[in-house]
Nanobody, 116 residues
């Protein structure tokens, strides 16, 4: 079982950029074969933002973030989400998710707030 920790959230103005990171803080990162970023806005259900398989041969983005966000499995231990041209509707708690041979894991989340 792996443990995930996100960082990089914050309060920014519309049009700004943020980079979120997700680090495998325990467990064997090499057993992870799929990772994703999800987000949950107040009063809404959790939604998939972007996902990436091992080797990055398959990458998907939600329509709402295509062209603005980039997911990257930087190394075995780290997943990132570069977010550009942020909009108020991107405000949410962002969660890292991983599927590994030992099971699935969620991070605790990091808050992103986009406001003038």
């Amino acid at each position: 079982q792996v443990t995930l920790v996100e960082s990089g959230g914050g309060l920014v103005q519309p049009g700004s950029s943020l980079k979120l990171s997700c680090v495998v803080s325990s467990g064997t990162a090499a057993t992870i074969y799929y990772m994703a970023w999800y987000r949950q806005a107040p009063g809404k259900s959790r939604e998939l933002v972007a996902d990436i398989n091992n080797g990055a041969s398959i990458i998907n983005y939600a329509d709402s973030v295509k062209g603005r966000f980039t997911i990257d499995r930087e190394n075995t231990q780290t997943l990132s989400l570069q977010m550009n041209s942020l909009k108020p509707e991107d405000t949410a708690v962002y969660y890292c998710y991983a599927q590994a041979l030992g099971g699935a894991a969620w991070g605790p989340g990091t808050q992103v707030t986009v406001s003038p």
